[in-house]
């Protein structure tokens, strides 16, 4: 049984930072693409970001890009993101997802990615 299991989240000011962990089990980890995606009230799910098997192809949002960092730690079969700089649009639901065969171009959507979590709230505030 999959079972993603999202940490971490939380309330923070402006220009704080906070990294989610994702702990993942049910499947072989290392060979699973995993993303981070978030959803604000109202708003579609987005794509945040994602790396791939061995770690060294990641994507980011270009929202993101210079402020976030995923990484991954195959041995704990575990996912992280390092958000800094937090803004209040970073305000969202922010989800942990698993696949397989998710083409670098298509990373960001949604439909692409098989398992989630259950998500992990993130309040920034101004």
């Known amino acids: 049984q999959v079972q993603l299991v999202e940490s971490g989240g939380g309330s923070v000011q402006a220009g704080g930072s906070l990294r989610l962990s994702c702990a993942a089990s049910?499947?072989?980890?290392?060979?699973?693409?995993m993303g981070w995606f978030r959803q604000a009230p109202g708003k579609e799910r987005e794509g945040v970001a994602a790396?791939?098997?061995?770690?060294?192809?990641?994507y980011l949002a270009d929202s993101v890009k210079g402020r976030f960092t995923i990484s991954r730690d195959n041995a704990k079969a575990t996912v992280y993101i390092q958000m800094n700089n937090l803004k209040p649009e970073d305000t969202a639901m922010y989800y942990c997802?698993?696949?397989?065969?998710?083409?670098?171009?298509?990373?960001?959507?949604?439909?692409?990615?098989?398992?989630w979590g259950q998500g992990t709230q993130v309040t920034v505030s101004s």
């Open positions: 790396i791939y098997t061995g770690g060294g192809t990641t």
């Open positions: 049910g499947f072989t980890f290392s060979s699973a693409a």
């Open positions: 997802a698993a696949s397989w065969g998710v083409s670098g171009v298509y990373w960001s959507r949604a439909g692409e990615w098989k398992y």
